[in-house]
């Protein structure tokens, strides 16, 4: 999905793709984005010390020509076209999130392409005159659809900047609501909870009453069930990673608030990477 920009900014998370390996670097080429005005995509340089945390004795090992890669962008130099870009300082969910959204952006495209054949519009102009309006809103085309799906048309047309006439957007609101899905994700996590006071079952009960009291964000569900002492599992659903983490923090917290200094609360966590759902 090409950005409307030549270049990311330092700090983002962007897709590349591997384009050549070296001993000492890889070179790659950004999906999204134009760069200079002679080069059909921005291209971009991973040195061999921002590949990994740990030694790498073979790049390859790491990384293969032709395979899309979430990075993220160390510096800029937008006369030269020459960007320094970092895969160590990218995280397991932030590579997930991103890789998510860039797939399902792209199918986005595709049915943007088709609704504007349907109504004999060019998919740039489209762009121009109301989905650059809606990225703006709403920070990305998948969190758009998404809101304008559960909030309703307004959501759409209250949007400022967008330049289409409202016919126009009826049937752009109507595609919406027959092609997007809301989006999840199911994180599944155990607590080690005990304490040795002797109201212990007490203690715990009321931390799990103040767990459940605590004020959830739009789409967040949490449950929980007793796997046997002291394990108790939890699976909380949002709509993404970063209000899953946020949630699940504010959750343990509460815990260690109520349990404190008169037993053990433990949050057992192999991965919490799951699959999103769309």
Same mark, same amino acid.
């Given at each position: %999905? ?42 971009? %340089? ?233």
């Amino acid at each position: %999905m090409l950005s409307r920009y030549p270049f990311p900014q330092t700090g983002e998370l962007v897709i590349a793709r591997v384009t050549n390996v070296q001993r000492s670097y890889v070179q790659v080429e950004l999906e999204d984005y134009a760069g200079l005005p002679h080069e059909k995509r921005a291209q971009g %340089m991973v040195h061999i010390s921002e590949l990994s945390n740990r030694w790498v004795k073979n790049i390859n090992s790491l990384v293969s020509i032709g395979q899309r890669i979430v990075l993220q962008t160390i510096r800029v130099n937008t006369d030269r076209g020459y960007l320094d870009l970092s895969l160590r300082r990218v995280n397991k969910i932030q590579r997930t999130t991103v890789m998510n959204a860039w797939r399902y952006a792209i199918k986005l495209e595709g049915l943007l392409n088709f609704f504007a054949e349907q109504h004999k519009i060019d998919l740039n102009k489209l762009y121009e005159d109301a989905i650059w309006a809606l990225i703006d809103k709403y920070g990305e085309i998948r969190a758009a659809f998404e809101t304008i799906k559960e909030d309703g048309i307004e959501a759409l047309s209250s949007v400022e900047d967008m330049n289409i006439p409202e016919d126009l957007q009826k049937d752009l609101y109507q595609l919406i609501i027959d092609n997007i899905t809301i989006s999840k994700v199911e994180l599944q996590v155990e607590f080690d909870i005990r304490s040795y006071e002797g109201d212990g079952i007490e203690i715990i009960k009321n931390a799990f009453a103040a767990v459940n009291r605590l004020r959830k964000p739009k789409g967040v569900e949490v449950s929980f069930s007793y796997i046997g002492a002291p394990i108790y599992r939890m699976n909380l659903e949002a709509k993404d990673y970063p209000t899953a983490e946020k949630h699940l923090e504010k959750i343990s917290n509460k815990f260690e608030e109520f349990i404190g200094n008169k037993g053990i609360v433990e949050l057992l966590r192999d991965d919490l990477s799951n699959e999103q759902k769309s």
